[in-house]
């Protein structure tokens, strides 16, 4: 920008980066619900700091996060949820 290459027409925000990488945007509002459906299921979860993921979640809407937890759940149950174990 500052050796004339490039031309800025607006600021850019955070918030454009949804408009760019829109399944950023899904994947982050889908977390809280997928660590509730991971720890419903006994499964460890890490504990998140500062990232608004459930007021994220709550933006995406109660059936989603619903779906979300649901189906996490179901696959935590079912196994689907981690790695194979390593062999030596």
Do not use: C, Y
């Not at 809280?32 to 979860?45: D, E, F, Y």
């Not at 459930?54 to 981690?82: D, I, V, Y």
């Amino acid at each position: 920008v500052a050796a004339g290459a490039l031309k800025l027409e607006q600021p850019l925000t955070a918030r454009d980066m949804d408009n760019f990488q829109p399944h950023q945007v899904r994947k982050k509002e889908a977390v809280w619900s997928r660590l509730v459906g991971l720890k419903r299921a006994g499964k460890m979860v890490p504990e998140v700091v500062g990232l608004r993921i459930r007021e994220l979640a709550t933006q995406a809407g109660m059936p989603r996060a619903l779906k979300e937890a649901r189906g996490t759940f179901n696959r935590a149950r079912a196994g689907k949820t981690s790695e194979p174990p390593t062999r030596p």
